[in-house]
């Protein structure tokens, strides 16, 4: 099968600069990314606070430890002030 795909400029220039990066034509990064994604499917939806606390999960400690404990009740008071 021949597939065409039109693509604005900047997406064209992000497509040519990951081929690149991966050492090949953009034409075979695309490829690869379709074949991947057709072998894998769609990812599962998950609930927003799952992909939170698996963001916040990957904070260091010391961070963490840092940051506000009432940040949820007191975020106007930590955004302005």
């Known amino acids: 099968m021949t597939l065409t795909i039109h693509l604005a400029g900047e997406q064209e220039a992000a497509l040519v600069s990951k081929s690149r990066a991966h050492g090949v034509s ?7 990314v379709l074949a991947r994604d057709l072998e894998t499917g769609p990812r599962p939806r998950r609930h927003i606070s799952e992909i939170i606390l698996e963001n916040m999960s990957k904070v260091p400690p010391e961070i963490m430890d840092r940051m506000p404990k009432d940040g949820a009740s007191e975020h106007d008071y930590y955004i302005y002030g």
Request: no cysteine.
């Open 26 to 32: 953009a034409e075979e990064y695309a490829r690869r």
